[in-house]
């Protein structure tokens, strides 16, 4: 068979729903995409456990602190997983490490912003848990078998952080007005970064991740989702969203496309929000000073006579 | 001879899961005969062997337990979410001077 003749044939295959495997063959643009796609995945999990990590001296109790830390424990589990895939498609683990904290590849926008205080936790654990749990379920039917197959899996643990996110966002709201007003505070900060997390409206003609049924759903269709399914939640919790604000239209909650500031989010995908250079750098220095462990973790048991 | 163990997986979106096992004496026999044993009837698509030998295990199973109350790893360490929800609906009924307050 030709290579045209090959990519057809994979093109046909993927169109009807088939499945890729590993060791099947690929077009090299699908190879190339997928794994770009995974380990932007990867690295965003492990960027993430930041944030979070960050917030743990704010925990209110040692059960919420305990909790948290399991949560911090699970995304960098997820970040494990996702590399373990990205590596069989061809790149190692060291260059992918290599390339997130030198900042030649990316992670994803909402973790290049500050945390300020527990009201954050409630927001990202319930909300952008919440947005991630909506592209990430769509992704369970992704081509890529390998990619789909531990979603299920990551899928599983971020709705117990959705449990988490949750009742932490109940317990502020039904308390004080200072802890009402830290979830308030949070939201204001998070809105305009969840909105931009779906990424701007796909093109559907020149992605070549959706036409190879890599992704399944267009960004679009994604947020609406998320808004359709929280924002009626957040609303009945007295809260109020800032700019850009929800609106009711028909069955749906939409957010006028005019009222989003896509600036931030430019600035994020050349590496300059407000936390990525000082994350990176953490992440960096985390490399280095743990090396010895990775050596000594590689080296076979030795059993003393 | 050797013993192999046999995992097999329906369609791709399942992972392999252990099926039984057979006697061989290299893994392409141990390939024909699990699929003789274990394929007979369309129970999956794709199937594996791995000498048994090859196969690690804790010695001491003790060793899986958790290491102390890890409850909040689980759903239900989140429970009564509708009681939560109605406390938190009855706070703001109080806030916007509606409720029983």
Known sequence: MTYEEKLAAFAERVEAGGKVETEDWMPDDYRRGVLKFVEMHANSEIMGALPERECLPSAPSLRRKMSLAAKIQDEVGHAQLL???????GK??????EDLVTG?????NVFHYPVRHWGDVAVIGWLIDG???VTQAALRDSSYAPYARVLKRICAEEQLHLRHGED????LASGTDRQRWMFQDALERWWLPIIH????RSNVEKDLLLRWKVKTRTNEDLRQEFLDRYVPKVLELGFTFPTPAPVRQGDHWVVREEEIDW???EAIKRNQGPETERRLAWRRRMYDEHRWVREAMAEPVVHAA | MEVYEVFRRHGHKDPFEHCGAVIAPDPDMALIMAKECFLRRGEGEHLWVARRSDIHSFKDESLLEPTGDKSYRFASGYRDVI???EKALARVRELSGGGAA
Request: charged share 25%; proline share 6%; no cysteine.
């Open chain 1, 131 to 133: 947005a991630a749990l």
């Open chain 1, 83 to 89: 590399y373990r895939v990205a590596e069989d498609l």
């Open chain 1, 168 to 171: 932490i966002t109940l317990e």
């Open chain 1, 92 to 97: 190692s683990r060291h260059a992918m490490y």
């Open chain 1, 104 to 108: 030649k590849s990316k992670f994803h």
């Open chain 1, 197 to 200: 997390f779906f990424g701007p």
């Open chain 2, 83 to 85: 009681h939560k929800r």
């Open chain 1, 263 to 265: 600036q931030p989010l």
